[in-house]
């Protein structure tokens, strides 16, 4: 039996979804952005709204583990033998899936706190 390494997702695919620098500016961008949009017009409803895609965002990193591996590599993994290891890379990807489980916590109660509270500013 040959062991071929399973497909992998496309770099373009990881960035956007598993980067976890780019998923929390994107996060704190598009706060600031309708805090400066609510502050202008004086209407809160559109920063407590924003709060949802908070949500959002930090449920994609907290699922950054499960979301960067395809089916293949997850099956691979659930069939490792004794023998094998995981690679420097796969243990600091492991490390990165850590850290984006607590951002995206973070993001979510945040993201929350602002939906269900961001109007009463105002």
Do not use: C, H
Not at 8 to 28: D, G, K, M
Not at 33 to 41: A, N, T, V
Not at 47 to 61: P, Q, T, W
Not at 77 to 86: A, D, P, Q
């Amino acid at each position: 039996m040959v062991n071929v390494d399973p497909k992998t997702r496309s770099p373009f695919f990881l960035f956007i979804f598993t980067n976890v620098v780019f998923l929390t500016t994107s996060a704190i961008l598009w706060i600031l952005f309708w805090i400066y949009i609510s502050s202008k017009y004086d209407n809160w409803k559109w920063f407590s709204r924003s709060g949802s895609v908070l949500i959002i965002i930090g449920s994609i990193l907290a699922f950054r583990s499960t979301i960067r591996l395809t089916s293949e590599e997850r099956e691979r993994r659930r069939n490792m033998t004794i023998i094998e290891t995981f690679t420097p890379l796969e243990k600091a990807d492991q490390e990165k899936d850590s850290f984006a489980i607590i951002i995206g916590t973070i993001l979510m109660i945040l993201g929350t706190l602002i939906w269900a509270y961001g109007d009463l500013i105002n």
